[in-house]
């Protein structure tokens, strides 16, 4: 049983550009979550996605946007990146039929790096 | 908004030795969970804890969460170099399934 895959794990772009990160979530899983983590600080939560919708949001700007799958997958884009969006961001799925009655899973992360 | 402060940030201990990190809230816990970060990686669950008082143990980690403190502890004993790693709570407002994240505990175990 897979768990949760992000792709890419690396990748490097130039201030201006946009990235695209991917998720998939644990099989059985309906919800996917993002998070970003700076270095040395704890994970911060983006936005959540539930039935092709978003349904929380943190404290990110609109260049932050998502989008999920019919397949429960999920896509990150962050526009016109800054060097502050560097981080490793991390995508976490769970079971909104289930809240509360067990761990978020979480993927390795996509490191990006804004030059 | 809720926050979370563990102490200490870093921590450096004798293999074979105990240890405990502590995460304190500024709002009432309604879950806690602990994970496990080796640098640069993903998160590996280690605990959640729901209930005051409620005490779980996996191997060698013991969590505890005091409600009325809004606290929660994590003790590893007799620790070994298989431990090293950041250590981060996470508690779930009420109603929502979003985390807020301490700012991680970096341990490191000397053999």
């Known amino acids: 049983d897979a768990g949760v895959t992000q792709s890419p794990t690396h990748l490097i772009k130039t201030r201006g550009q946009q990235v695209t990160l991917r998720c998939s979530p644990k099989?059985?899983?309906?919800?996917v979550s993002w998070y970003q983590q700076a270095l040395g600080q704890g994970p911060q939560f983006i936005f959540q996605?539930?039935?092709?919708?978003?349904?929380q949001r943190g404290n990110f700007p609109d260049r932050f946007s998502g989008h999920q799958f019919p397949n429960y997958s999920s896509e990150l884009n962050v526009n016109a990146l800054l060097l502050g969006d560097s981080a490793l961001y991390l995508c976490?799925?769970?079971?909104?039929?289930?809240?509360?009655?067990?761990?978020?899973?979480f993927g390795e992360g996509s490191r990006l790096t804004v030059l | 908004s809720q926050e979370l402060e563990q102490s200490p940030q870093s921590l450096i201990v004798q293999e074979g030795k105990n240890l405990t990190i502590n995460c304190t809230s500024s709002?009432?816990?309604?879950?806690l969970y602990w994970y496990k970060q080796k640098y640069g990686e993903g998160l590996i669950f280690l605990m959640m804890?729901?209930?005051?008082?409620e005490e779980k143990s996996h191997e060698k980690i013991t969590a505890k969460l005091d409600e009325k403190k809004q606290q929660s502890s994590l003790h590893i004993t007799a620790s070994q170099p298989s431990h090293a790693g950041i250590y981060l709570c996470?508690?779930?407002?009420?109603?929502?399934?979003?985390?807020?994240f301490g700012q991680g505990t970096r341990l490191t175990i000397n053999p």
């Open positions: 976490a799925s769970s079971s909104l039929e289930e809240p509360g009655t067990g761990e978020l899973f």
């Open positions: 099989s059985g899983h309906d919800t």
């Open positions: 996605y539930y039935e092709e919708e978003e349904r």
């Open positions: 709002k009432t816990l309604y879950g």
């Open positions: 804890l729901q209930k005051g008082g």
């Open positions: 996470g508690a779930s407002p009420r109603g929502a399934q979003k985390l807020v």
